[in-house]
């Protein structure tokens, strides 16, 4: 069984349009995050979810949003997507609250490609 | 703001060889750092905690450093071999201690 999944591996879209990315885990972990790597595959955080609750938001713009319809899910919407936003998105979760002392589990990435 | 430099972008040993692999950090005192390993294509993979009264942490042939005085964790890969073939990321918490700051990581290429 995969503990963090996320759908679609790859993503091909115009820029302007609306999409959504999906993620799940089956840890029974308390928090789950969304990361995004560039293409120089700096990894930098973006959200992270706790008990359906936002903890953090590291200057993202405001065109991305995350939703946590449940504990184990935690969904990525970016609306008007820019070129700017081509890159890797990881999914994670961990046990605790985001302090870090236990490890992060990653999701398998989805490819965003805006042309 | 913290900053982390993994300050070698690629890394080429040969097999049977220890890689060392550094991390430095600046405007701040963590409480303990990580390591993971991220291969192509795939998401990263946690390998090593080690908090900051550990001075050194081991599993199988690997190992970790933390010195605080000088702000550095080495990152030891002892009788390499070419599937340690990856890059390394090194993570520390951010002064909230709500998420992880990761460094850009370091490619090593192990060749037989």
């Known amino acids: 069984d995969t503990a963090v999944s996320q759908t679609p591996k790859y993503l091909v879209t115009q820029m302007g349009n609306d999409k959504s990315i999906k993620c799940e885990q089956n840890l029974g972990h308390d928090t789950m995050y969304w990361y995004k790597q560039d293409s120089k595959k700096f990894l930098k955080i973006m959200f992270s979810?706790?008990?359906?609750?936002?903890?953090i938001n590291e200057t993202v713009p405001n065109r991305f949003s995350p939703k946590s319809p449940d504990k184990a899910h935690l969904n990525l919407h970016i609306n008007s997507l820019e070129l700017g936003d081509s890159a890797v998105y990881f999914c994670?979760?961990?046990?605790?609250?985001?302090?870090?002392?236990?490890?992060?589990?990653f999701g398998p990435g989805t490819r965003l490609t805006v042309t | 703001s913290q900053k982390i430099e993994q300050n070698s972008e690629a890394l080429n040993i040969q097999e049977g060889k220890t890689a060392t692999l550094t991390c430095n950090y600046t405007n701040y005192s963590p409480a303990y750092l990580q390591w993971y390993r991220q291969d192509p294509g795939r998401g990263p993979v946690f390998l090593l905690l080690?908090?900051?009264?550990?001075k050194e942490k081991r599993k199988e042939r690997l190992k970790v450093t933390f010195d605080t005085t000088l702000k550095q964790s080495l990152f030891h890969i002892t009788a390499s071999q070419p599937a340690d073939s990856a890059t390394y990321l090194c993570a520390l918490p951010n002064q909230a201690g709500t998420a992880l700051i990761f460094g850009k990581g370091t490619t090593l290429s192990v060749s037989s």
């Open positions: 979810y706790n008990n359906k609750e936002l903890i």
């Open positions: 080690i908090r900051e009264n550990e």
């Open positions: 994670a979760s961990s046990q605790d609250l985001g302090d870090g002392k236990y490890e992060q589990y």
